[in-house]
């Protein structure tokens, strides 16, 4: 059974590489940040989605990143006094999935799903889900 999803609180702009204005982001990396921001119920903000392979050697990248497949973001909450909330919170939504990356910084979390998820980008349109 298919399911349609239409992303609410996020833009394909604010995954795009800022060196080259290229990339999209997983589907479901779109489907889990929207998830983060209803359960947060406030402002998420990407610092960073997909790198082109110059950015992310620009900003110490790791050479087999996710960000360079569109299934990475560096995510934060609006007000940086609330982190250790928000971690708390990713930490819950996202650290029990199999294959999953996530890592916590003192201003924003790191958050990847498995690479085999870069075979399905989002353009920005609607998320098409496979529920089975």
């Known amino acids: 059974m298919a399911m349609k999803y239409s ?28 998830t983060l921001r209803r359960t947060w119920d406030g402002p998420v903000m990407v610092n960073s989605g997909y790198r082109c392979e110059r950015h992310n050697r620009e900003v110490g990248g790791a050479p087999q990143s996710r960000h360079l497949l569109g299934c990475a ?36 979390v790191h958050v990847a799903v498995p690479r085999p998820e870069a075979a399905c980008l989002w353009d920005g349109g609607l998320l098409n889900l496979e529920v089975k």
């Open 73 to 108: 973001a560096d995510v934060r909450p609006s007000s940086p006094e609330l982190i250790e909330p928000f971690q708390f919170l990713v930490g819950r939504l996202a650290g029990r999935l199999s294959g999953w990356e996530l890592k916590l910084y003192p201003r924003f």
């Open 7 to 34: 992303p609410e609180f996020f833009q394909p702009k604010e995954f795009r590489c800022p060196c080259c204005g290229g990339g999209q982001p997983a589907a479901l990396l779109v489907l889990f940040l929207e």
